[in-house]
């Protein structure tokens, strides 16, 4: 994944305000969203479609109208139910298909793909929303408190305000909302999904201590030591990958994404040399590395193979059983928070030092990010009212409240700040979304309004997700990546480059597997050497000289400067 990912739930937690808290901020979303006109809720609630290319979102469905839960509350202010239209592949070419017929778009549409988010804008099909809450609801605090940062980027972007974002989080953002705690402040500058985590009660089964894991070979032997031990009769897992995107190849982005990009980014892997020019992270020495590191755990049979196939379902069945020692890749992947009375406390000792003495990096946009998620408007949509009183809603305090913590005195309490207690039980609702609706809604995820209206966590496992969600950044040397971000459609979709870029994107998922899985080392760097060869024959270098061109133009333009720390 692109983006969560890196994804999905960020370490800062679920975005949550409150409205009817004793804490209050005059620049925030205060409306009162419930007065949407009565005599429209008193003709029933109208049925929308809600479109999402992210076919690991499981929102509540069929929605629930029931008064006592996050979705009929909903539907109680906003006179709105929803129906989802999320394809299990392929989202992009029938959302494609509809833009390029005169089908109807879905109701509300949901992207994370930059190409399709162009598609949508030149399509004339969706609203500019500054235009659509000046007609449909003038009055909308969306028109006047949204942060100006994060509204300039989106315009820089896309021409205009099209898009809401998720996962908002820019400095203004932060100065409408201050973290409630020192722990989200750190959060927020080191936290990320990717990380390293190790089952403590089988560390200390084995007499492993984190310090034993902070380097390669100390990790690795720390895998076999565990190797041949049992759970309840059931034998131990030393190495959990990060299931069927365990590579998380991306051909001509800032890095890799599941296990292999928390390796890379362990042994200091970039994409740019010493030279400062931009290189596909395949071809980092440190990338090779990482693979070899991959390769001697295949080899000491310190991980299954069937591990290389798993959806996000089956990992987390194997971490809840307790017999995963070590998980390296995107932890929103693994369920390892959701409480229970048999959860397991899970610890990070930070990145992995490379026995070749590299550096640990970790790449950090510092220019204002556009979220994640980008939901968009369909111009055919019906009630355009009542969608625009549903995103005041959504973006409110109480609202946000609702959609992310459930319902006050029954899934979550507030402190004496008039923040929200971080329990166990908040965290198991929200791990549970699908059923509960209590964190379903990612769309309208505010990481800034999260740190400011939720108290530092308390629970074991609230203070557990901070640290290891951290430790990776704490132990790293951080560098921009603004200028490495190329616009979008940078490559345009259909043009024979593009085409080269997706071809190469195949072959790697396909050929990297093939170089951890080798019979020895000798064949391994016989397949590694051959794969950079092949896809430099398919076009890689022309990409990455583009793209270079292009970071470089972007780096006069944002005064930065950005060359490999290790090679």
Known sequence: MKLKIGALLTLAGIVALTGCSSKSNESGNSSNTSAVPSESVQQGPVELTWFSDTNFWNPPSPWNTDPNSVEGTITEKTGLTFQFNIPASDAGTKLSLM???SEKLPDIVTVTD????????????????????????????????FPEDLKKALTE??????????????TDARKMYPESSQIYADAAKYGSQMSII????????????????????????????????QVDGAPVIPLHLDGKGYAGINVGTVGHGGTLGVLEASFGAMPVDKDGNYRDIILAPE????????????????FDLSQMTLDTSAIQANIKSGRVFAFIGNIANTGYDTPSPTATTWVSPGPILSNQNTKPVMGRSFKTGTGWMQTFVSKTADSPERIAKWFDLMTSEEGQFLAFYGIEGKDYELDQDGNVILTDQVIENQGNYSKTGVGAFWQFQNNAWHDHRTAAPTSPTGIMGLEVGSALGKGSEIYDTSALQMPSDFISAGSQMANNEQQIQTYLEAQ???VILAKDEAQRDQYYNDMISKVKQMGLDEINEKIND??????QTFGTTLKGINS
């Open 99 to 101: 833009l390029a017929t």
């Open 114 to 145: 930059g190409t399709l988010i162009k598609k949508l804008i030149d399509s004339g099909k969706i609203w500019n929303l500054d235009e659509f809450f000046k007609k449909y609801d003038p009055s909308s605090p969306l028109l006047t408190n």
């Open 157 to 170: 972007r896309d021409g205009g305000w099209y898009a809401y974002p998720s996962h908002i989080n820019t």
């Open 198 to 229: 190790v089952n403590e009660k089988l560390m200390k089964e084995a007499g492993i201590s984190k310090s034993d894991l902070t380097t390669e070979n100390g990790f690795l032997e720390a895998l076999k030591k565990v190797k041949g031990m």
């Open 287 to 302: 990338t090779k590395h990482a693979l070899d590191f991959l390769f001697t755990a295949a080899q000491e049979s310190l």
């Open 512 to 514: 990297v597997s093939k």
């Open 550 to 555: 292009q970071f470089h133009k972007q780096e």
